[in-house]
């Protein structure tokens, strides 16, 4: 009997007391940290957006954000930083503490379809060093397509288009390697090399565009692999959180907020419209081959980092790291050709 009580009181201190006391020092601990409390609030763009929606902070000042969505669930994130709040709930408060090691501008925004301007929904939390309030800024290096010249606004039909949708599995299977680098080449002319290969002319072109898009695919990432957590699994997850909205879930342009863009009747008087280019007059049409085969990954990538286009489509570069820019493309890539993946039709 003794001994029972004694193995209880020890169960009891294991699973209960002293979890509770840990516990209850942890939330202790954060209400005496003497962190500097700055309440943030979420709302819709067309609600009044973040306010504030520039935050100053000093270098290694710690910092309690109390963030309040009154209007819809939003979400939270400064990529820069780590941090992600997945979810805020109307009436609740979401707290989240940090101490920003270096001083720099980290860029926020709302990661929640909260409305059709959710895109809009950004702002800077700015880390000042006191002792050194203007340092130099950094110098990041420009981005590909400016190092290499490529015109990202011109028009990019591709020269070859495949009859049926090309597969990187049985591109897998023939045996055949693509040289280069494939960043700064277009799918449409690396097929186009391979064509005038005179040691590939038993090969037909639907062999070869299989050939391409399994290049293009373990290019993006490691095919051998496709975890949950490969590259291609990230670029999808990005896709559904930043870009399904306006580029529809199945990549064909018509995402509900892609609808009403605030470039778009501008756009339609473009005299670039005149060649082409941008018949769509809309988000762009992944699964479209015509267009998406002359693209190479580098203007692509251009495009993601800059946005504009005069159209609404936001620009990225501030939130993306390299990492992340190229998961998306590379799974972009998917609306065109099979990797296989059941998100993309
Ligand atoms: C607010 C709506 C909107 C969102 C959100 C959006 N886009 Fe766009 N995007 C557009 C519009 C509109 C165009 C067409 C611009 C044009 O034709 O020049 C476009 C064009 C593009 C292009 C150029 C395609 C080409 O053939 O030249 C790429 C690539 C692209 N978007 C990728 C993305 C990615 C990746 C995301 C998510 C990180 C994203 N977009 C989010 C509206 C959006
Ligand atoms: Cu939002």
Redo the contacts with the bound molecule.
Sequence with gaps: MKRELFALTIVFLIFVAFPAALFGYQAQRTTTTGARVIALTANAPANGGWQPDAIRVNVGERVRLRIAAPDVVHGFAIPALDIYVDEILPGHVEEIEFVAARAGRYPFACTRWCSVDH?RMRGVIEVIDPGNPDPPLPTIAPPLYQQMNIDI?AP?PAQNVPAQRPSAARGARLDVSVPGDLRAQSPSNVFAELRGDPALKAYSDGQLWDVVAFAWKRASGDPASPGADSALARGSK??VR??A???GETGKGNGP??RN?P??AAMQTDSRMAHG??A?R???DFTDAA??LG?SDV??QG??LRGG?G????E?RTLYSDQDMWD?IGF?RSFVFDYGMSNAK
Excluded: E, R
Aim: glycine fraction near 12%.
């Design positions: 895109w606004d990019h990005l896709f930043d870009c909205a306006c580029h907020a892609g863009l470039g778009l280019a941008y769509k809309g988000p762009a267009q998406m693209a203007l692509l495009k993601v286009m159209t609404g489509m936001p990225w998306l972009i």
